[in-house]
């Protein structure tokens, strides 16, 4: 980065009084997606209306309960602006719950908390939205909004690839997505990953905490001088973020997927299964060993909604993703009649 670049970051990190620093996020998010390609591809078929596969599904959608949360409209929105519509779409969440322990002393920054929060969201909105084609790929339940986003140029990226027919994909898709963006009713989901993420980020800063910067800060003239003090880049990799919360990501994405296939639209619902497999790539991303490490629990968590449906137990799905002590770890997914012990449940 060049020194003014350097220089914003600084007035970023000084001027937010929020508990998220969300234009401390909006920037990374931009910075992230400057060199995203914006070259539409093209599908076989161009009479697809997305717009009517979008009603289609809210019509069928039969699900009341909080029905005023379901999404009115859909987007198909660039990489930049799809990043940005999921920070505006999780700003509900209350993020006063993530605590950050071992601060280093001494770095001048006003509000580090918020500005950390905000640079954890702005490169998560930021990977997302370079490489996802929306939140049901990475099992991402939180945002509320009454836009059905959706990431364009890699959903229709998408849509090419598959040998099925593309209007039935389409169909997937948006079901997939209007499902996620409909859990965001509850927050236990979120909490769940953001205690996750707690844990990892207080580790990171305890290693921040243990350097010897050797930096005055009354003398810094240059916020580049703290950057240059930290550990390199390779040891705050955005995909150790992640490395603490595969099991709910893989548990979230299981349950979308089989609420989607619970709206009946589509008679093949193998296409839900092969749209959903992570183990597929297309190409090779930043996001792909993350992608890999979800795909290996994903079998663990198919075998696991198969255990509650075969043990007929009293919670409901709905039930389990409206507390947090009810979403599986990444040792009952392999256990699940420990987890139904655990949670007073009688096992098969």
Do not use: C
């Not at 600084?10 to 996020?25: K, P, R, T």
């Not at 979120?190 to 243990?210: A, G």
């Amino acid at each position: 980065m060049s020194e003014d670049i350097f220089s914003q970051f600084f007035n970023l990190f000084n001027n937010d009084d929020q508990e998220v620093n969300w234009e401390l996020a909006k920037q990374i998010n931009n910075h992230l997606n400057k060199d995203v390609e914006t070259v539409i591809p093209e599908l076989s078929n161009q009479d697809i209306k997305f717009d009517e596969i979008f009603r289609v599904v809210e019509l069928n959608n039969q699900e009341n309960n909080s029905s005023s949360s379901n999404p009115v409209e859909l987007k198909l929105l660039d990489a930049k602006e799809y990043g940005l519509w999921f920070l505006e779409s999780i700003k509900h969440f209350d993020f006063s719950s993530f605590e950050l322990g071992g601060l280093p002393e001494g770095l001048g920054i006003k509000n580090i908390k918020s500005s950390i929060i905000g640079m954890q969201l702005g490169n998560i909105s930021g990977l997302i939205s370079k490489h996802s084609w929306g939140l049901s790929n990475f099992g991402i339940i939180l945002p509320r909004s009454k836009t059905l986003s959706v990431n364009k140029n890699n959903f229709l990226n998408r849509l090419s690839i598959y040998e099925a027919d593309e209007r039935d994909l389409a169909l997937a898709f948006i079901s997939l997505e209007f499902t996620a963006l409909r859990l965001g009713i509850y927050e236990a989901p979120f909490k769940k990953i953001i205690n996750n993420l707690t844990e990892s980020t207080n580790q990171m800063m305890e290693k921040i905490k243990d350097l010897d910067l050797n930096i005055d800060p009354s003398q810094i003239s240059n916020p580049q001088e703290i950057f240059s003090s930290l550990p390199s880049d390779e040891t705050f990799d955005t995909n150790e973020i992640f490395e603490s919360i595969m099991a709910p990501l893989s548990f979230y994405r299981e349950a979308i997927k089989q609420k989607a296939k619970k709206l009946d639209l589509l008679n093949d619902e193998s296409i839900f299964d092969l749209i959903m497999d992570l183990s597929f790539s297309p190409s090779e991303s930043p996001t792909r060993d993350l992608e890999i490490k979800i795909s290996e629990l994903d079998n663990l968590t198919s075998s696991f909604f198969t255990f509650l449906d075969e043990s007929k137990n009293e919670l409901s799905l709905d039930e389990i993703l409206s507390d947090e002590e009810l979403i599986p770890s990444i040792e009952e997914l392999s256990d699940p009649i420990g987890w139904a012990a655990r949670t007073s449940l009688p096992p098969i």
